[in-house]
């Protein structure tokens, strides 16, 4: 059973233009989000994260924005650069599980020069 | 400064063999995670180290694996008769204590074939 689901497992972006990732998530429990970011043969690196208090928060280029009502976040790099291109992870966790990260599948972001 | 390190990179082994993976967390991180990451699916938790506090062995799919870490150092994963569902990459975490969630370091991983 996924709990962290990101269906689309592969995007292609023109470098500029906006990359919109996204994730689904079923448990309501969930209070803590993260994306990270993985280049092939390294670990993911922690890039944004967002708690359910607030449903938008941003750092630089990267905006990561909460829908508490339909389980919902998404990922949005604007404008995108071919150093984007990784394997984004969206990550979840309840105030139980401080430690404990549901992750998603990845979507593999490719962004055209 | 050095970042989480682990060894072997890459791990081919025979279905039936023992594995032995391990981390070297950040210097001070009193937090250590260990996850696995099978071909086409999310990061899935292991085992997760606080100190000295008892380890979170929820995630451990089968008495074949076993992990331990000595103090805030070193931590070595184990897996004992090794099967063929247990090829995947196994990565390893580390953070500083404290409230921040997002504080965790990855390791590049090991990468287990099993044949």
């Known amino acids: 059973d996924q709990q962290v689901k990101q269906n689309s497992p592969s995007l292609s972006v023109q470098e500029g233009r906006i990359s919109i990732l996204n994730c689904d998530y079923t448990n309501s429990m969930f209070d803590y989000f993260l994306w990270y970011k993985k280049y092939p043969a390294e670990g993911p690196t922690f890039l944004i994260s967002i708690s359910s208090i607030k449903d938008k928060n941003e750092d630089g280029r990267f905006t990561v924005f909460l829908n508490k009502s339909a389980k919902h976040l998404s990922l949005h790099i604007v404008p995108s650069q071919p150093g984007d291109s990784a394997v984004y992870f969206c990550a979840a966790s309840d105030t139980s599980g401080t430690y404990k990260y549901i992750f998603g599948t990845g979507t593999r972001l490719k962004v055209l020069a | 400064g050095a970042g989480v390190s682990q060894s072997p990179s890459n791990k081919v082994t025979e279905k039936g063999k023992d594995v032995e993976l391990r981390c070297d967390p950040i210097?001070?991180?009193?937090?250590l995670y260990w996850y696995r990451q099978r071909l086409g699916q999310g990061l899935e938790f292991l085992i997760y180290?606080?100190?000295?506090?008892?380890?979170?062995k929820s995630g451990l799919p089968s008495d074949r694996f076993s992990a331990e870490r000595t103090g805030e150092s070193v931590s070595t994963l184990t897996i004992q008769r090794t099967q063929q569902e247990d090829s995947a990459v196994y990565l390893c975490?580390?953070?500083?204590?404290?409230?921040?969630?997002?504080?965790?370091?990855f390791g590049p991983g090991t990468r287990l074939l099993v044949l």
């Open positions: 180290f606080q100190g000295n506090s008892a380890p979170d």
């Open positions: 975490a580390s953070s500083p204590s404290g409230p921040r969630k997002e504080t965790q370091y």
């Open positions: 210097s001070g991180h009193t937090a």
